[in-house]
């Protein structure tokens, strides 16, 4: 079965940086665009950032666009999140998800991702 596991939250200072990992299985992973969205608590969870299914092409939301880099590694079966110059506004559970259907584009509606992971807390202190 699909299963998605990331790593690498933590408490940050402002201005700091951490780079979060989603180890996928289950299946073919070089084959689906993935994503990362996150949830801060009483908000609804909302999109980051987005990857191509070959790393081509990517997406970001605006309030991560220059800080944030999406990569994936299609050997390794991972996609990773690089988050530099955090900011508090940055704290939230960040979860990794896989698009449906094969060969598609990034795109950043929720419900266009049918695979989640368990989340890791993200805590960027003032």
């Known amino acids: 079965q699909v299963q998605l596991v990331e790593a690498g939250g933590g408490l940050v200072q402002a201005g700091g940086s951490l780079r979060l990992s989603c180890a996928a299985s289950g299946y073919t992973f070089s084959s689906y665009t993935m994503g990362w969205f996150r949830q801060a608590p009483g908000k609804e969870r909302e999109f980051v950032a987005a990857?191509?299914?070959?790393?081509?092409?990517?997406s970001y939301a605006v309030s991560v666009k220059g800080r944030f880099t999406i990569s994936r590694d299609n050997v390794k079966n991972t996609v990773y999140l690089q988050m530099n110059s955090l900011k508090p506004e940055d704290t939230a559970v960040y979860y990794c998800?896989?698009?449906?259907?094969?060969?598609?584009?990034?795109?950043?509606?929720?419900?266009?991702?049918?695979?989640w992971g368990q989340g890791t807390q993200v805590t960027v202190s003032s």
């Open positions: 998800a896989r698009k449906k259907g094969r060969v598609t584009t990034p795109v950043m509606g929720v419900t266009e991702y049918e695979y």
């Open positions: 990857i191509s299914w070959s790393g081509i092409t990517t």
